[in-house]
């Protein structure tokens, strides 16, 4: 018998509700002990409100709802009671101790979900997508997550793996019953079929591309040497007065981060300390933080400032990101001369292939041009948001497995090569095919995934 759990499974800290959930076969037995009542008497899926008492001293607690969902149908498949507190975090702690008391013990992170995916409640797949919307940073990537959480990757993986079912019971019964090779006419039609298997499943792995860039986004560091706008551009990117902004050279010391959402794309923005050689032990730890940050991000902004020319220190700071992905930024436009576009364009042209954006951090002018430009070299081509997108990096790698099994055997059984030998690369692809779906997991692997979901989930 498993173990009844608890968990608080809303946020810690103070809201209007916060709900107290319970689930193993002693969740009735433990909130009848709450009610104060002997004989439990819930009806399963009605919410009902009662006061919930401290069985020892017998004081009222609070006055809370309570939902009963009876075994199998509940979330983990389990008996499962919700009750719905004020949320102050001393009742909910103190609820959650009466229960412990009572013998249940504290949920492990993802146990909840665990359950469900041991009594056939959800498959692995979905059971992260669940994980995966709590954790969403922007509506697209939730988008996703519920779409996965719907069954539409295990959807779309199953008639792949039907099809490499009916491949391994052609092969193998050729093994059984054929003394000779496999007939000309079936080999081909074996090879067809370990094709349109293969290009299947690229054809869903080619999305993670995108799946990632909406889910995971990218980190964009704004650098350069002292004064050149930095923490002036951080700020108009995100709408606020967020990093302090002088004439002061050296004004930005720690780095700042702050996030943005780009044509539904997350951006982790970082406004850095200036570059620049310094005798000053906190500005010298700034830049070697900044230093940190440039080899750390996704993309490098280079910002210089146009209304004067361009110094030693700009030069250096563009020639050390050339073989990242980066972007060079001509700030202050605004008060630039007429001649600093050519005069900074032609310096910068002999440094970088990349070409100038021009922007004012002031007036704004161009930075939604920036913005585009920020996102532009990660963007897989095609529209991403419609379609179902594979965003997890277990998923994809098992899928890569998969085809690259499936594209060795094509190799094996062209070479005529023994129907055993064949068959070992499929068997392999559609265990990985069922890790992702959770059909052939190993309890380890479990573990692992679930020790990333949060605790009362
Ligand atoms: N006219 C004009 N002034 C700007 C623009 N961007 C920044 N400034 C001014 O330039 C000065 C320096 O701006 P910051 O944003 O603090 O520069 P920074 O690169 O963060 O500087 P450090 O933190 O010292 O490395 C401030 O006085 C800003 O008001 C711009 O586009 N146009
Ligand atoms: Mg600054």
Do not use: W
Not at 36 to 62: C, F, I, M, W
Not at 98 to 121: H, I, Q
């Amino acid at each position: 018998m498993a173990a009844t759990i608890v968990a608080l499974a809303t946020p810690q800290g103070r809201s209007g509700i916060g709900v107290i959930r319970l689930s193993g076969d002693d969740s009735v037995k433990i909130a009848a002990a709450l009610i104060g009542l002997n004989e439990p008497d819930l009806t399963p899926r009605q919410a009902s409100l009662y006061n919930l008492k401290d069985p020892v001293t017998g004081e009222t607690l609070d006055s809370a709802l309570v939902t009963y969902f009876r075994a199998p149908n509940s979330f983990t498949g389990e008996d499962v009671v919700e009750i719905s507190c004020h949320g102050s975090p001393v009742i909910l702690r103190e609820v959650v101790d009466v229960c412990l008391a009572e013998g249940a013990r504290l949920a492990e992170p993802g146990e909840f979900s665990l359950r469900a995916l041991g009594n056939g409640r959800i498959n692995l797949a979905e059971a992260e997508a669940i994980r995966d919307l709590i954790d969403s940073q922007t509506a697209a990537a939730a988008r996703q997550a519920v779409r996965q959480m719907h069954g539409e990757f295990s959807a779309r993986l199953q008639p792949i793996t039907d099809a490499l079912l009916d491949i391994i019971v052609i092969l193998e019964s050729a093994l059984e019953f054929v003394e000779d090779d496999l007939p000309e006419a079936q080999a081909d039609k074996v090879r067809a079929g370990m094709v349109g298997v293969s290009d299947a499943i690229r054809r869903i792995s080619a999305t993670f591309k995108a799946g990632k860039l909406i889910r995971e986004g990218i980190s964009v560091a704004l650098v350069g040497r002292p004064n050149v706008g930095k923490s002036s551009l951080f700020n108009y990117l995100l709408g606020s007065d967020r990093a302090i902004v002088t004439e002061i050279a050296g004004t930005t010391r720690d780095q700042l981060r702050e996030r943005l959402v780009v044509n539904d794309i997350p951006i982790s923005l970082i406004d850095t300390a200036g570059l620049r050689e310094t005798v000053d032990t906190v500005e010298s730890i700034g830049v070697e933080r900044s230093r940190k940050t440039m080899a750390d991000a996704d993309i490098v902004v280079v910002i210089v400032d146009a209304s004067v020319d361009l110094e030693n220190e700009d030069i250096e700071i563009i020639r050390s990101v050339k073989d990242v992905t980066h972007l060079i930024v001509a700030n202050k436009m605004d008060i630039a001369p007429v001649d600093a576009t050519r005069k900074i364009g032609a310096l910068i042209g002999e440094l970088t292939k990349s070409e100038l954006i021009l922007i004012s951090a002031k007036t704004g002018h161009s930075v939604d041009l920036l913005k585009r430009n920020l996102i532009a070299p990660f963007s897989p081509g095609e529209a991403p948001s419609t379609g179902f997108l594979v965003s997890d990096a277990r998923h994809y790698n098992l899928l890569v497995r998969a085809s690259a099994e499936i594209e060795n055997s094509i190799e094996l059984l062209d070479t005529r090569a023994s129907e055993e030998l064949t068959l070992i690369g499929l068997h392999n692809a559609l265990r990985y095919l069922g890790q992702i779906t959770g059909e052939s997991t190993t309890e380890d692997m479990l573990t692992r995934i679930f020790s990333t979901f949060c605790i009362g989930k």
